[in-house]
């Protein structure tokens, strides 16, 4: 079993900043990746509807042999993990869990902001998985809806960028977090901008970083851990909309070259 791969899915490309923590981790372990790119954003969908999407990618990753399955999104994780895990037979890892614990860690003064999708704002997933460790803990949680379709089109490092993440991370200026969690894939991107408008007082949590650490624990706990270090790890890409753009950012993004995602269909599989 230790052969196997482990699977990631994703709305879209935004998980491939979690596959890049993946190879960095753990670069002899085989990747899987499926990002469901032609009904990217799932944000601003109904729950049901990211439970039903999040099932297709679950099976097609399924039939690949996967050891273990990450949740590498988080409105994915908030809507759909705890309806799908209790179904299946190997391990399953959200970002949720490891971010929050991650930020429970880092913070001196106990209060924690969140940002994410309006999704996963909406299902209070992080406040909740705070709270049930730590009711004493403060979170302060918002969504900030403009900051994927800022990183889509091309803009994380612009004036406009800088302009979108000022005006919304404003509300955080008039409280003490010292701790802020990114719970969305795509806001490491972002983290600079961040990071200078809120100062280095507060310390940023990349959930999907935090996750991978957690894949490479529960790994070993499992005894699944690929432990021959001459393996170059494998990986293969699917995408349910065309490829060409898939293969341009995760080229240019995971710094790989000859990669070829292939186009699927999973609202078809059974
Ligand atoms: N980043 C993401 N998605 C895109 C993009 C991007 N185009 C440029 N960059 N497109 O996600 C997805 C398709 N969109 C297009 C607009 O409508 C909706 C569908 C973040 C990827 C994080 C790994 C910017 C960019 C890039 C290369 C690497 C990283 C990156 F071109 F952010
Ligand atoms: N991958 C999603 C997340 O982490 C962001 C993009 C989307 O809304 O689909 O929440």
Same mark, same amino acid.
């Given at each position: 079993?230790?052969?196997?791969?482990?699977?990631?899915?994703?709305?879209?490309?935004?998980?491939?900043?979690?596959?890049?923590?993946?190879?960095?981790?753990?670069?002899?372990?085989?990747?899987?990746?499926?990002?469901?790119?032609?009904?990217?954003?799932?944000?601003?969908?109904?729950?049901?509807?990211?439970?039903?999407?999040?099932?297709?990618?679950?099976?097609?990753?399924?039939?690949?042999?996967?050891?273990?399955?990450?949740?590498?999104?988080?409105?994915?994780?908030?809507?759909?993990?705890?309806?799908?895990?209790?179904?299946?037979?190997?391990?399953?890892?959200?970002?949720?869990?490891?971010?929050?614990?991650?930020?429970?860690?880092?913070?001196?003064?106990?209060?924690?902001?969140?940002?994410?999708?309006?999704?996963?704002?909406?299902?209070?997933?992080?406040?909740?998985?705070?709270?049930?460790?730590?009711?004493?803990?403060?979170?302060?949680?918002?969504?900030?809806?403009?900051?994927?379709?800022?990183?889509?089109?091309?803009?994380?490092?612009?004036?406009?960028?800088?302009?979108?993440?000022?005006? !919304?991370? =404003? $509300?955080?200026?008039?409280?003490? *977090?010292? +701790?802020?969690? @990114? %719970?969305? /894939?795509?806001?490491?991107?972002?983290?600079?901008?961040?990071?200078?408008?809120?100062?280095?007082?507060?310390?940023?949590?990349?959930?999907?970083?935090?996750?991978?650490?957690?894949?490479?624990?529960?790994?070993?706990?499992?005894?699944?851990?690929?432990?021959?270090?001459?393996?170059?790890?494998?990986?293969?890409?699917?995408? !349910?909309? =065309? $490829?060409?753009?898939?293969?341009? *950012?995760? +080229?240019?993004? @995971? %710094?790989? /070259?000859?990669?070829?995602?292939?186009?699927?269909?999973?609202?078809?599989?059974?």
């Amino acid at each position: 079993m230790v052969n196997q791969p482990i699977g990631f899915l994703d709305s879209g490309v935004g998980g491939l900043t979690v596959v890049k923590e993946a190879m960095r981790q753990l670069p002899h372990e085989d990747i899987v990746f499926i990002g469901d790119q032609a009904r990217l954003p799932y944000g601003p969908r109904p729950a049901e509807q990211v439970q039903e999407f999040t099932w297709q990618m679950t099976n097609f990753l399924l039939q690949k042999n996967i050891k273990m399955l990450v949740f590498a999104c988080n409105t994915a994780t908030a809507e759909a993990l705890s309806v799908i895990k209790p179904h299946l037979s190997i391990p399953v890892v959200g970002v949720i869990l490891p971010g929050t614990r991650a930020a429970i860690k880092a913070t001196h003064n106990n209060h924690i902001g969140v940002i994410s999708t309006e999704g996963t704002y909406k299902s209070q997933a992080y406040v909740q998985a705070i709270h049930e460790r730590n009711p004493d803990l403060e979170v302060t949680s918002m969504a900030a809806p403009k900051f994927v379709p800022l990183v889509e089109s091309n803009q994380f490092d612009t004036p406009l960028a800088k302009k979108v993440v000022e005006e !919304t991370l =404003a $509300p955080f200026k008039k409280t003490n *977090i010292d +701790t802020l969690i @990114l %719970g969305c /894939t795509h806001y490491p991107l972002l983290r600079p901008l961040i990071q200078d408008f809120l100062g280095d007082s507060v310390e940023l949590i990349d959930s999907g970083a935090e996750a991978v650490s957690e894949v490479s624990v529960l790994l070993d706990y499992f005894d699944l851990t690929n432990a021959n270090n001459t393996h170059q790890g494998s990986r293969k890409f699917y995408t !349910t909309a =065309a $490829p060409e753009m898939f293969d341009l *950012i995760a +080229t240019q993004w @995971l %710094g790989l /070259t000859d990669l070829r995602a292939q186009e699927v269909n999973i609202s078809e599989e059974k």
